[in-house]
Each structure stands twice: as C-alpha cells, then as structure tokens.
C-alpha cells in the first residue's frame, strides 16, 4: 500500500519528513519551497488517490503560483504535528 492511497498515512509521511528536515537544520523557507515543488510534481504527475488529495490538486489547479505557495505552505503546517517527532 502506498502512503498515497491514505490521507492519515500521507500526513504522517509528510509529518516525518518535515521533522527530518528540521532535524538537519532546513530553514522554514527552504521547506516551504521544497513544499511548493512537492505540490507542484503532485498536482501534474499523479493520480489522486483519495478525496482529499483530489480535493487539493483541484486547488491547486485553480491557483496562481502565489496562491500554491500559499496551500504549500499551509501543508507544512497542517503536518507539523503529524509523524514522529524523533
């Protein structure tokens, strides 16, 4: 099973990611921008594969680049309390 095929299994993968990255020092800019590219590849690479990640790249869809940074960066949030935070 892919961590794509559920949103609770997609939040907490991109919740230990985030931690790994802080842990190494990423800035909040640069994880926001990595966010950004994420989103990007997400939105016209991949199928989605539950409502919510349809629901996102609709979003995203729609947006200008200012607005997907916006929903990139309220990603990151959105994960910050999710995975291990070892």
Do not use: C, P
């Amino acid at each position: 099973m892919s961590v794509l095929d559920n949103w609770g299994s997609w939040k907490d993968f991109l919740g230990d990611r985030l931690h790994q990255a802080e842990g190494q020092g990423m800035e909040d800019g640069a994880v926001n921008e990595l966010a950004y590219e994420i989103g990007n590849y997400l939105a016209t690479s991949v199928d989605a594969k539950n409502e919510q990640e349809a629901v996102l790249r609709d979003l995203w869809n729609v947006a200008d680049k200012n607005e997907q940074k916006a929903i990139a960066a309220m990603m990151v949030k959105l994960v910050q309390n999710e995975g291990n935070q070892a």
